[in-house]
């Protein structure tokens, strides 16, 4: 059973659409979290939900939403899409708030966004 | 985040012990040092974290130093798969931030 899941795994489409990323865990975790990694490899964090609860934004541009349904889902969701958006998204989630609580946080395997 | 410092490429023969160094000079004594890895087109994995003490898991050893400013990664027999990026990574205590550098590239050799 797969632990962290993104759909879709590859995203290819023009500048200027809405599009979605959607990222579910089964593993009963509280917290989720929201990556990109640019074309230099950099994986910096973007958002992070505890308990469908935004924790963290960090200087993400407006264009960049992130929905949380319930505990086991977060969604991202982007309008207007710009070539330098074009980047890999990795979803991770853990069982508590941060990383000073002892735990480890589980990603996905990416979601790979090309902008026309 | 603390700020770490690692090599940027390794290689170790297959078989062998890998061992990565991390430097963390900065670091408080209420903060963990975590270890990841990326292996080519992955979400990155988790390996072992440790506070002060020595770490082992079905993974991984983990090595800090008395004084806690380094610490090192240790994969036992270290095969093709292993091949991959490790990050050390310090994060700051009560804050939610986390922060990947470029970590050390650990390439496996035949």
């Known amino acids: 059973d797969t632990a962290v899941s993104q759909t879709p795994k590859y995203l290819v489409t023009q500048m200027g659409n809405d599009k979605s990323i959607k990222c579910e865990q089964n593993l009963g975790h509280d917290t989720m979290y929201w990556y990109k990694q640019d074309s230099k490899k950099f994986l910096k964090i973007m958002f992070s939900y505890n308990n469908k609860e935004l924790i963290i934004n960090e200087t993400v541009p407006n264009r960049f939403s992130p929905k949380s349904p319930d505990k086991a889902h977060l969604n991202l969701h982007i309008n207007s899409l710009e070539l330098g958006d074009s980047a890999v998204y990795f979803c991770?989630?853990?069982?508590?708030?941060?990383?000073?609580?002892?735990?480890?946080?589980?990603f996905g395997d990416g979601t790979r966004l090309s902008i026309l | 985040d603390a700020k770490t410092t690692q090599p940027p490429s390794m290689d170790c023969a297959e078989g062998r012990a890998a061992n990565l160094p991390c430097n963390h000079s900065?670091?408080?004594?209420?903060?963990?040092v975590y270890w990841y890895r990326q292996i080519h087109s992955q979400g990155p994995q988790y390996i072992i974290h440790?506070?002060?003490n020595n770490e082992t898991n079905e993974m991984a050893s983990l090595i800090i130093t008395e004084d806690r400013k380094s610490s090192t990664l240790i994969l036992p027999h270290a095969t093709l798969r292993d091949t991959a990026v490790y990050y050390c990574i310090v994060p700051l205590f009560g804050n939610e931030k986390l922060t990947f550098g470029t970590g050390t590239r650990l390439t496996i050799i035949p």
């Open positions: 900065t670091i408080s004594g209420n903060e963990y």
């Open positions: 440790g506070l002060k």
């Open positions: 991770a989630s853990s069982p508590r708030q941060g990383w000073q609580w002892d735990q480890p946080q589980h």
